[in-house]
C-alpha cells in the first residue's frame, strides 16, 4: 500500500522537479540497484563485497562503449581519445559494441560472468569474511588501475564521457531525461518486487541459514557454495545494471566512480538504509547521496566526515539501519512486543 | 547376521600428535539403539565429527553401508544418509520452527529452491516432525527465540527430517530437566528400529531410560561394552571415570 503510493508519487516527479533535481533522483535510483544488490549479497547472505564498483563499472563502461561509438561524427572510425593515444584502428573488442544490443545484453552478463568465475574460485575454496572483503577490495583497486593505465583502451583517467547520441535520439532533446528516468524506476521497482519474492523463497531462506550457521547448514546436506555464488552473481548483474543507468543519467564513466573509496561507499548505502531491507537499500542510497549533494557544495571537504559518522552511527546505534527504525516504531512490532509479554503470564 | 550399517575400522584422528581416537572400532546394526558414554576427552565427540566429515582422520576407515565415506564432502555425506545433531543446538535462528524443519526435510539442489509451491509430501513430513517433537504451537516462532530445551528438540527433529538413515546424537538432553530429559528418551526410543541411533550422552538416568548397548569410550578407544547393569558393575569402568589407573 505505501509502496504503492510511493511509486506512484516517484513516477509522477517529472512533473513536480526541476530538470537538475530529477537528473539527480534519476542517478540515486540508478545506483540504489547496487545497495539492493548487497541486500542480497551482504544482508541476506552474509558475504560482504568491497568491490562492487568492479560490477558497476563493468555495467557503466559497456553502455558507454556503445554510447561513445554511436556518438562518432561522419568520417570518424574510433572515438577520439584512441586517436590522441596513438591506435591506429579501433580495437576488435570495441567492434561488437557499435550494436546497441550486445551493449545492453553486456551490461548485465560481463558482470554476471566476471562474478561466476570469481565467485566461484572463492566459495569453492570456502573463502569468507574479512578474507573475503579484502580480496574484493583488491579487485576493485586493481581494475582502476587497469583501466587508468589502458588509456589508449579506456580513455584513462577521464573515463568516457561526451556522448552525443542514445540509441538514435539526440542527447539534449527534451524528455530524455524524463523517458530515462521512467526507465530507471521502472527497473528498480522490478528489482524490488523480483528481490523480495526471491527472498522469501525457500533460496532466500538457505541464504540466510548459510549467514547464521553455514555449518549447521552443511551438515543438514546442503552445499552452501552455490547459494552464495548466486547470491554474489544477482548483486554484480544489479550493480552492472545500476551502473550503466547511473552513466546514461550522468552522461559519463570513469575510474573515480568505480575504485576503492565509491565501492565501500555502496556498502554504506544499504548499511544506512538496513541491510536487510530492499526498501531500505533504496532509502539509504537516496538519503546518503541527496545528503552528499547538499553538503559537499556547501563543504566540499566536509562530507567524508560526516559520511565517516553517519556509518558509525548506522553500525553501532541502529544496525538494522532506517529500515530497522522503521519497524521498531511500527504497530506490528509493537503488538507483537505486547503479545510476547502476555504470553509469558501465567 | 547381515552386514554392519556403519562400521569404522581402526579410526584415528590427530590433532598436533595428539591421537584424538586411536585405532577405534566400533560397528553398528542397521535399526540398532547405541549409546556411548566416557569421560571428558575421551574421544565421543570426535568421533562423531570423524563419521559425518568434520575432521578428517589420519589413518583408518569409515564404511557405511558398505562404503569408505571418510574422503566425502559434508553435504555427500548426509546424502548418504548420516546426520547428526551436535551438543550445542545448531538451529537456524533467523527462521521460523516451520522453515527449520521444512530446510532439514526439503530438496537440497539449488535449483530446485526458487519455486514457492512445497511439496504436499515434505509438508506431511514437517508437520510429522513437529508432533514429533511436541512444537506444533510453536511453528512460527523464531528458532532463536525458543527455550533451550526446545531448540535442543528442534534440533533432534530436523536431524530426523532430514530422513536420513543413521542418526548421531550428541548430547540431546545437554541443559534439560528431568521431565524434559524423559520426553526425549521418549522419542528417541521411538526412532530406535526404525533408524540406527547412536547417542552421546554423560546421564546415566538418561542412558537407563534408553536401554540398549552401551559403549564405554575411554582415550580415544572402546574401553568395554555391553548392556548398562554389565558396564555398571564394571570395576574398570568406575576407576577411568574417577582418574585412577586400572589396579
Partial sequence: ?346 | MSDPLLSLKALTVEFDGFKALNQLELSLSTGSLTSVIGPNGAGKSTMCDAIIGRVRPSAGTVVFRGEEISRLPEHTIVSKGICRKFQTPGVLAALSVLDNVAIASGDRRWWRAFGRKVDARIKLKVDETLELIGLQDRRDALAGELSHGEKQWLELGMVVATGCELLLLDEPTAGMGASETRRTAEIICGLAGVRTVLVIDHDIDFVEQLGGHVVVMHQGAVFTEGLLSEVRNNEAVASIYLGRRRA
Fill in chain 1, 1 to 346: 500500500m505505501v509502496t504503492g503510493l510511493l511509486f506512484v508519487l516517484a513516477a509522477a516527479a517529472p512533473f513536480m522537479l526541476a530538470p537538475y533535481e530529477l537528473n539527480l533522483l534519476g542517478r540515486f535510483l540508478a545506483l540504489s540497484l547496487t545497495a539492493m544488490g548487497l541486500v542480497i549479497l551482504w544482508g541476506e547472505a552474509g558475504v560482504l563485497s568491497l568491490g562492487q564498483g568492479v560490477f558497476f563499472g563493468l555495467g557503466g563502461y559497456a553502455i558507454a562503449m556503445h554510447l561513445k561509438l554511436a556518438s562518432l561524427s561522419g568520417g570518424d572510425t574510433m572515438p577520439d581519445f584512441m586517436v590522441w593515444s596513438g591506435l591506429h584502428a579501433l580495437p576488435g573488442w570495441w567492434g561488437p559494441f557499435s550494436n546497441p544490443l550486445v551493449a545492453i545484453a553486456a551490461v548485465v552478463l560481463a558482470p554476471a560472468l566476471v562474478a561466476a568465475v570469481f565467485a566461484w574460485l572463492m566459495f569453492r575454496r570456502r573463502i569468507g569474511g574479512v578474507y573475503f572483503a579484502l580480496i574484493t577490495q583488491a579487485l576493485a583497486l586493481a581494475f582502476a588501475t587497469l583501466l587508468i593505465s589502458q588509456q589508449a583502451y579506456t580513455g584513462g583517467f577521464n573515463g568516457l564521457t561526451d556522448f552525443k547520441s542514445l540509441f538514435g535520439v539526440r542527447w539534449s532533446k527534451p524528455g530524455v531525461t524524463h523517458v530515462l528516468y521512467w526507465i530507471t524506476l521502472a527497473l528498480v521497482f522490478g528489482a524490488l518486487i523480483a528481490g523480495k519474492f526471491l527472498l522469501s523463497s525457500r533460496f532466500g531462506k538457505v541464504l540466510r541459514a548459510t549467514r547464521d550457521g553455514a555449518n549447521r547448514v552443511r551438515f543438514l546436506g546442503y552445499d552452501p557454495a552455490p547459494y552464495k555464488i548466486i547470491a554474489f552473481i544477482l548483486a554484480a548483474s544489479l550493480a552492472g545494471l545500476s551502473g550503466a543507468l547511473f552513466t546514461l543519467h550522468a552522461g559519463v564513466i570513469s575510474p573515480a566512480l568505480v575504485g576503492v573509496v565509491p565501492s565501500i561507499e555502496m556498502v554504506i548505502w544499504a548499511a544506512l538504509g538496513g541491510r536487510t531491507s530492499l526498501a531500505g537499500a533504496i532509502a539509504g542510497t537516496l538519503l546518503v547521496n541527496f545528503a552528499k549533494d547538499k553538503i559537499s557544495t556547501v563543504l566540499p571537504t566536509f562530507w567524508l566526515y560526516v559520511l565517516g559518522a553517519l556509518f558509525i552511527v548506522a553500525v553501532t546505534a541502529a544496525p538494522k539501519g532506517l529500515a530497522g527504525l522503521t519497524s521498531d516504531l511500527g504497530l506490528r512490532a509493537i503488538l507483537k512486543r505486547m503479545r510476547k509479554t502476555g504470553a509469558s503470564e501465567p
